[in-house]
């Protein structure tokens, strides 16, 4: 089988990155996004679903986390979305429900080639947990579902914690990226015979 790596530079007035992604990793890699939050949601994505995964963000983060947060998830849904390639063989498909703790979230996704988020956590759309403004999680979502081409379905079936709730997306989102990005088949999981 072919890799599925991407290697993205950014540089813009606002952000500098460098993002590298395995999709056939062990979970391997580091987080330096300039901000210990979104480090620790980067992190447990890696972990849960297992893709290598490296990000160094010099941003400017004395303004505040957003343009660090959209534009490393810009780049990590060009870093997908080259990785996949043409999607050939993958599973397409995925859903999964994740507690934490006293919350819930319902993630699911279609890697169509088409980019849409579907998102409905109240909770987050204000309020911080340490210095991140939780409302970044539905950008950052966004940004890396139209960059990668997902189609994502997110729905906080019970509130709490904005920390948990945050950590239960993030790992659904892990846990449905590994499952429809593996490689299960030799066909184009796609009637048209593409998907984009």
Same mark, same amino acid.
């Given at each position: 089988? !072919?890799?599925?790596?991407?290697?993205?530079?950014?540089?813009?007035?606002?952000?500098?990155?460098?993002?590298?992604?395995?999709?056939?990793?062990?979970?391997?890699?580091?987080?330096?996004?300039?901000?210990?939050?979104?480090?620790?949601?980067?992190?447990?994505?890696?972990?849960?679903?297992?893709?290598?995964?490296?990000?160094?963000?010099?941003?400017?983060?004395?303004?505040? !986390?957003?343009?660090?947060?959209?534009?490393?998830?810009?780049?990590?849904?060009?870093?997908?979305?080259?990785?996949?390639?043409?999607?050939?063989?993958?599973?397409?498909?995925?859903?999964?429900?994740?507690?934490?703790?006293?919350? !819930?979230?319902?993630?699911?996704?279609?890697?169509?080639?088409?980019?849409?988020?579907?998102?409905?956590?109240?909770?987050?759309?204000?309020?911080?947990?340490?210095?991140?403004?939780?409302?970044?999680?539905?950008?950052?979502?966004?940004?890396?579902?139209?960059?990668?081409?997902?189609?994502?379905?997110?729905?906080?079936?019970?509130?709490?914690?904005?920390?948990?709730?945050?950590? !239960?997306?993030?790992?659904?989102?892990?846990?449905?990226?590994?499952?429809?990005?593996?490689?299960?088949?030799?066909?184009?999981?796609?009637?048209?015979?593409?998907?984009?």
């Amino acid at each position: 089988m !072919a890799q599925r790596t991407a290697e993205i530079k950014r540089k813009t007035a606002e952000t500098e990155i460098f993002l590298s992604l395995d999709l056939d990793g062990d979970g391997a890699g580091g987080m330096d996004s300039g901000i210990g939050f979104l480090n620790h949601m980067l992190e447990l994505f890696k972990v849960h679903s297992g893709i290598n995964l490296s990000v160094v963000c010099h941003g400017d983060t004395e303004v505040d !986390a957003h343009h660090s947060a959209e534009d490393i998830a810009i780049v990590l849904g060009e870093a997908f979305r080259e990785a996949l390639g043409t999607r050939k063989g993958i599973e397409r498909f995925a859903d999964c429900v994740v507690p934490m703790d006293e919350t !819930a979230a319902l993630v699911a996704v279609d890697l169509s080639g088409r980019g849409y988020l579907s998102y409905d956590c109240p909770e987050l759309s204000d309020g911080k947990c340490g210095d991140f403004d939780t409302e970044l999680v539905e950008e950052f979502l966004r940004a890396f579902c139209y960059r990668a081409g997902v189609n994502a379905y997110v729905k906080m079936l019970k509130g709490g914690n904005r920390h948990h709730q945050a950590e !239960a997306v993030f790992k659904g989102l892990a846990r449905c990226m590994k499952k429809a990005a593996a490689v299960t088949s030799s066909r184009m999981p796609s009637s048209k015979g593409v998907l984009e």
